[in-house]
Every structure is written in structure tokens, then in C-alpha cells.
């Protein structure tokens, strides 16, 4: 399955603190997208190291993977212990420089076998599928935000514009041990994995309709980042796709 990803500083920031990593070969396809934060140094160091460590450990663990012969489990299992060891690299990094005191990322993962994509999260990166005219959010924000529309305090057009809408309750290398979502999908024509840079200003159906406009997915990744940064560019940009049409 092809996979193209890029990154943007914004227009606002001095740094980009996003970071994404992408790894493919015959057998899977695998993507990492991970946005910093603790200072300009502290959330770059934070995504890199989040998603270099991911990475190293998901290609371990799936050099000794049966792939004529395995379970959902076992994919979930290894998403979240990569998830975990990013955790711990992250957070035992902190703890080497003054700087990267507190510092911590977002990580939003997908993993392609076949048709099935195999999905973990911990904070409010996310993933999009897309199938024909249609479009869903497949990961959950574990923000302050999402919290309250899910206890009925807000609604979802009052979460868009939210002030504490940067809140995030669960992120990956600030405390010793994090959580996090694992998903898996069938039937989809494109995956979108982004920071909340691009999701705070592009709606989902605008990205929909990128997506989906025949273009090569390089220029779609310019197109979406192009429109970010027309509507302010106030944060780092980051959008990997998946495209479920196309195969290595």
C-alpha cells in the first residue's frame, strides 16, 4: 500500500515540534505521526524520539510476526507495547536536560496488512478514514474538550472553537506509563493520519473532498497543508495518507 506524508512549520511557530515517520515493505505498511509539546526544544525532541523509538519497535516486533498466521491481538499488542517503549524513551529522555523538563507528545499510528489497518492513539493527533463520498474519525481525542462532549457539557459544534480546546489529558513520555486506543478497519479507499494543526482548521469534509479528487497524493498533501496555512497557519502541519487504491 503507497504511503506519502509531510510536514509544515505554519506560519506562527519558530519550530516545527511535529515529527512523522514511515516504514514500508511487502508484507505492511506502517506510519507514525507525532506533535510535541514542552517548549520549542522539549516538543520536537519529544515527537522525534516518540517516533523513532515507536517506529524501531513495531519493525522489531514484526520482523518475528507469522504473517500467514496471526491475530488481531497480536497486532493490538504490539502497537500498544511500541506505544509504550516510545513512552519510555520519551520520558527517560526528560530526564537527561533541563530543557525537556515535562516534555511530551502526541502519537497517532496505523499499521496496513492486507485490507485491514491496525490503529493506536494517546492524545488528539488522529486518523481519518475515507470510503467512496464519505468520511469518519476513527480515533477519539483524549482531550478536556472531548471530555466534556462526552458527558453532554458541550456539543460538538462548541467543542470546534473551544478555548480549552489544547488541553490534552492523555499524552506519551510526561509520566512514567501512559494509555492509549487501539482500532482496526476494513474497507477503506484512504487513510489520513494528522496533527491537530491541520484537523483545527480543515474540516473533515473538506479533507474529503482533497482526498478523493484525483490527484496524485503528493499534491494532495500540498493541498491541505496549502489550506492551513491560508487559514492562519497558527501551528505546525502534519498529514500522512494511506491509499488503500494503490499497492507497492
Known amino acids: 500500500m503507497l504511503c506519502n506524508g509531510i510536514t509544515n512549520i505554519g506560519l506562527k511557530r519558530k519550530s516545527n515540534q511535529d515529527c512523522f515517520r514511515i516504514y514500508a515493505t ?9 506533535d510535541g509539546m514542552g517548549g520549542a526544544k ?25 504473517f500467514d498466521r496471526f491475530t488481531t ?8 507495547n511500541s506505544l509504550n517503549l516510545a513512552n519510555t524513551a520519551v ?22 496488512i ?19 463520498e ?28 473551544h478555548p480549552q480546546k489544547n488541553i490534552i489529558l492523555k499524552v506519551v513520555g510526561v509520566a512514567e506509563s501512559t494509555e492509549c486506543d487501539v482500532f482496526n478497519i ?5 487513510l489520513l493520519l494528522c496533527t491537530d494543526g491541520l484537523s483545527n482548521v480543515v474540516s473533515k469534509e473538506e479533507m ?17 497543508v496549502e489550506v492551513a496555512n491560508e487559514r492562519g497557519g497558527a501551528d505546525n502541519i502534519t498529514a500522512v495518507v494511506f491509499d488503500g487504491k494503490e499497492q507497492l
Open 26 to 34: 511487502k508484507r505492511y505498511t506502517a506510519a507514525v505521526v507525532c
Open 42 to 66: 522539549g516538543g520536537s525532541t519529544a515527537s522525534r524520539t516518540a517516533a523513532t523509538a515507536f517506529m524501531k519497535s513495531l519493525r522489531s516486533s514484526l520482523a518475528t510476526l507469522n
Open 73 to 80: 491481538g497480536d497486532i493490538d499488542r504490539i502497537l500498544a
Open 91 to 112: 520520558y527517560e529522555k526528560a530526564g537527561t536536560n533541563d530543557s525537556y523538563e515535562g516534555m511530551g507528545t502526541t502519537l497517532v499510528a496505523a499499521v496496513c
Open 114 to 132: 492486507g485490507d485491514r489497518a491496525y490503529i493506536v492513539n494517546t492524545g488528539d493527533s488522529r486518523l481519518y478514514a475515507v470510503k467512496g
Open 134 to 161: 464519505e468520511i469518519r474519525q476513527v480515533t477519539k481525542d483524549h482531550s478536556f474538550v472531548q471530555y466534556l462532549v462526552d458527558s453532554g457539557a458541550i456539543s460538538e459544534h462548541e467543542a470546534v472553537n
Open 186 to 190: 476494513t474497507d477503506f479507499d484512504y
Open 208 to 224: 474529503l473532498n482533497v482526498l478523493t479528487d484525483g490527484l496524485d497524493d503528493v499534491t494532495k498533501l500540498n493541498i491541505l
